[in-house]
């Protein structure tokens, strides 16, 4: 047992005779891209809990139990928290079942799971106010952007650009940065995507993993959701599905652009700058965390950014620095 597990089950064993907890059932539930790492336990009458366990010196539960009451102040289905130690990195939550929309999509249930989830994505977008998380700013979408030259082309692809591409790449930046910022804002999740979305028989999707949830743009979780980095549909399917987010969001009073055209290419943007983000910290995590497993979907990645840099004269020179960074065709000339 190593000494974070002894702590773990200390701390359990201070409520356990509570819950009935059973700590010799305890199993790996799950472990994300971060530092967190989550079990599974046995309680009374064969109810399961689940523990968080996220080291202080790498993570912060408190996000987590803020956001929690807002997504339970919005009516949706969220763990609920029955103990805390905040100092020490631990939270005992409700168990929202082993089963993600990632595991059980399929052709026949795939349009009820997502409108389900967009039903849900309404009702968080619609207690949005300002003042309460913190700001999706220039400072934080700069910042995630710039994971993509620091990770993925230099330490994945160890390219070093020369100052006529590292000006390209700022100069896109820019441009999706000005779209990005002139987007109404709301709460964003920021991975509002199907592996963070539970299977549940009642008041579905049970949501996860929102504990670094921001003030920011609105297409930003409509385009999490249907550009993920562990699934793609085919562009038919996104359009719908964006189209009946739009209608539901307009119906509620939310702040989407009243140009469906309008709104798509702005959620194109947007999920643009998730999708070079995303690049960038999957090479991080290979590089740096020694968990190689992400990098087998940056392929999808490379497409969806190839795929909107290529329907945007604005972005042609991205393709541009794309195809040099892949070496998928041979290097040309690019005027603009």
């Not at 807002?70 to 949706?76: I, S």
């Not at 089963?99 to 409108?115: G, H, I, P, Q, S």
């Amino acid at each position: 047992m190593d000494q974070r597990q002894t702590q773990r089950h200390a701390w359990l064993n201070t409520f356990a005779d509570r819950y009935g907890l059973k700590l010799e059932s305890e199993a790996s539930a799950s472990a994300d891209a971060s530092f967190r790492q989550y079990f599974r336990l046995l309680g009374a009458e064969g109810k399961s809990f689940i523990v968080m366990d996220a080291p202080p010196a790498f993570e912060d539960v408190r996000p987590f139990i803020k956001v929690t009451g807002l997504f339970e102040k919005a009516g949706l289905n969220v763990p609920t928290i029955f103990e805390s130690d905040v100092e020490n990195g631990f939270l005992l939550l409700s168990d929202l079942g082993r089963y993600t929309y990632l595991d059980v999509l399929n052709e026949d249930n795939a349009r009820d799971l997502m409108l389900q989830a967009i039903d849900a994505l309404v009702k968080w977008q619609l207690i949005s106010e300002e003042g309460v998380l913190p700001e999706y700013n220039r400072e934080v979408l700069s910042r995630e952007l710039n994971l993509f030259p620091e990770w993925y082309i230099a330490k994945h692809r160890q390219k070093v650009l020369d100052d006529r591409q590292a000006a390209i790449l700022k100069m896109c930046f820019e441009r999706i940065l000005q779209n990005n910022l002139a987007q109404p804002k709301v709460f964003v999740h920021r991975d509002f995507m199907p592996r963070n979305l539970m299977a549940v028989a009642d008041n579905g999707p049970g949501i996860l993993d929102y504990q670094d949830a921001l003030y920011g743009p609105i297409s930003y979780d409509i385009a999490s959701l249907l550009r993920d980095a562990f699934i793609s549909w085919g562009e038919t399917f996104v359009i719908d599905m964006t189209i009946r987010y739009w209608e539901k969001a307009r119906a509620a009073g939310l702040p989407v652009n009243a140009d469906f055209g309008l709104f798509w290419r702005d959620v194109e943007w947007m999920g643009l700058q998730r999708h070079l983000k995303v690049l960038g910290i999957f090479a991080r995590i290979n590089y740096r965390d020694g968990k190689p497993k992400y990098l087998a979907d940056t392929p999808r990645f490379v497409a969806y950014v190839r795929e909107t840099a290529n329907r945007y004269d604005e972005l042609k020179p991205l393709l541009y620095l794309m195809d040099q960074i892949e070496d998928t065709v041979p290097q040309y000339g690019y005027t603009f």
